[in-house]
């Protein structure tokens, strides 16, 4: 009865506010308390590496207000989550979407944690919890993903959720930035999804 109250709860909080949780983590729309963590995000050399250059503070300072207002938009180009752990509280990293043009039935799916995140099988739990999301409460049909050849950890979860490799289909652009390149392409569909 207990996980019966607890699923529904589950269910009733994404419907209402885009939040949603996992095992260990609680996922929520970015807010304006956030500024500091993207900024440690976008401004890592380390983090950045398989991404695009580095930002500077201002450049990421204005990349987070787009983030932000995006987020709130009826119909945004693009949204963000901060991934919080349930333990601590911490957040950990910010997972997004972003619908280019007007198809909304597909959006491309992307995920950053902070170093101390790494390790933990984090991206696994908190993209397979937005791809969950997208597809029950999002109406979306495919999820698409690029990245780095070079980023073996990457490609490895990618593969762990089901995700079906392809060639390129759309440009590639970090939040405003050109990116590096993006030799990997794939794709995963609700039937593609593996938990």
Sequence with gaps: MEQLISKQSRIESIKNSHVFTTERLLIRPIEPRDKLLFRQLYTDKKIMRNIAEPMTIEQADRAFETSLSNTKKVNPTQMSWVITSRDDEQAIGIEGLVWHGEDRSQAEIGIMLLRKANGKLLPEE???????????????????????G???????????????????????????KPSKSFDKHCFAEKNHYKL
């Design 150 to 176: 070079r980023n073996l950890a990457t490609e490895r979860f990618v593969k762990k959720l089901g995700f079906v490799f392809e060639t390129p289909l759309i440009s590639t652009e970090c939040i405003g």
């Design 126 to 148: 908190a993209m397979g919890a937005l791809m969950e999301y997208a597809y029950s409460k999002l109406e979306i049909v495919r999820i698409n993903a690029q990245f780095s």
